[in-house]
């Protein structure tokens, strides 16, 4: 088992180049081993193009030596025809006798069909190897799939003082707590989760873009809460090519065709309602960014599964209050006179 974890850690370090370049598929990496060698070695790059089997299979130069190697995989080979045809009938057709996974697929379009399938075909297949470390990879399409609405990451900045604004941002627009290293990170976040997700007041206040600019990547999705349509037109949120979704009380009609809007229930239980109608536009990732009353929203329903709250030296005494939030500290760091503190909710 030690040997299979070994080149299984290799699937998961490939796997990880996919990560916000894959929506709405999952990230996976995979390696062909024969005698202990690395012959080949992929993984999935973007939803429409080859998946990690493929890749793997493709780099091997002697194709020969396939019949008698082991195929690492960090999730199920697919079974079905999509954008591209089922990876378990190409380990079939080149006859790769045995075939390691990390974990099952949790799509009802795969789930244990593709196992079933190269069993049926004869071949050797192990399960469940790093099965923790593989669902922790695609913890995202994990979310998505079982619990049926994206994985949910909360950001905020707060002072010293446990402030995230202060009275008046008349003299600044927006008002910065942490340095340029820590909002550059937050950029690098941008392009790897498939939307963002900001309230009313957070809109009016800073005009934010919400696209990256300080990182190389895709710009997310833009999700709004504007529950009266009071933001204007011309805010830039709504001025992009990026999809945004706005989230309103009442129909709204837009000039931009990028903006779409959705009626839910502001009254209720609005975080699932908004969770809901993510799921249904196949949003397997969120960042909420704010403002306070929408992130503590979330935080009461229990419809989150990451903070990451940055503390920066600066100071208001007077402002708008940190949300309050409950969970496992699980990582720390510094970055200059900024502390990043990482989240997870077990419940």
Request: proline content about 5%.
């Amino acid at each position: 088992m030690k040997i299979h974890e070994k080149y299984l850690k290799r699937c998961i370090q490939l796997a990880k180049n996919g990560l916000g370049t894959t929506y709405p598929n999952p990230m996976v990496g995979s390696v062909i081993v024969y005698e202990n060698q690395i012959i080949g070695e992929g993984w999935h790059k973007k939803a429409g193009e080859p998946h990690a089997e493929v890749n793997a299979i493709n780099s091997v130069k002697d194709k020969s030596l396939l019949p008698k190697a082991t195929i690492y995989v960090s999730l199920e080979p697919c079974s079905h025809f999509g954008k591209t045809p089922p990876c378990s009938d190409l380990i079939i057709e080149h006859k790769i006798p045995n075939v390691v996974i990390g974990t099952i697929d949790p799509n009802e379009k795969v789930a244990g069909k593709g196992i079933q399938k190269l069993l049926l075909a004869g071949h050797n297949v192990t399960i469940g190897v790093l099965d923790e470390e593989c669902l922790e990879l695609n913890q995202r399409f994990f979310t998505f799939h079982q619990k049926k609405r994206p994985y949910i990451i909360l950001k905020w900045a707060e002072t010293s003082d446990g402030l995230i604004a202060p009275l008046s941002k008349d003299e600044q627009k927006p008002v910065w707590i942490t340095n340029q290293y820590s909002r550059q990170l937050v950029h690098k976040w941008r392009t790897e989760e498939q939307a963002i997700l900001v309230g009313t007041q957070t809109v009016l206040d800073d005009n934010p873009s919400l696209n990256v600019r300080d990182w190389k990547g895709n710009s997310p999705v833009k999700i709004i809460l504007d529950r009266q349509n009071r933001i204007p037109e011309s805010a830039a949120v709504f001025n992009s090519t990026e999809k945004t979704i706005v989230f309103s009380e009442s129909k709204r009609s837009f000039k931009n065709p990028n903006c779409i809007s959705e009626v839910i229930n502001f009254k209720g239980d609005l975080a699932q309602e908004i969770c809901n109608s993510l799921f249904q536009h196949n949003i397997q990732s969120v960042i909420i960014e704010g403002g306070a009353r929408t992130l503590q929203t979330f935080i009461d329903e229990n419809l989150w599964d990451e903070a990451r709250v940055f503390k920066g030296k600066t100071s208001f005494t007077e402002g708008t209050k940190a949300p309050q939030l409950s969970g496992q500290l699980t990582a720390q760091k510094s970055i200059l006179e900024d502390a990043l503190l990482i989240f997870r909710n077990h419940d």
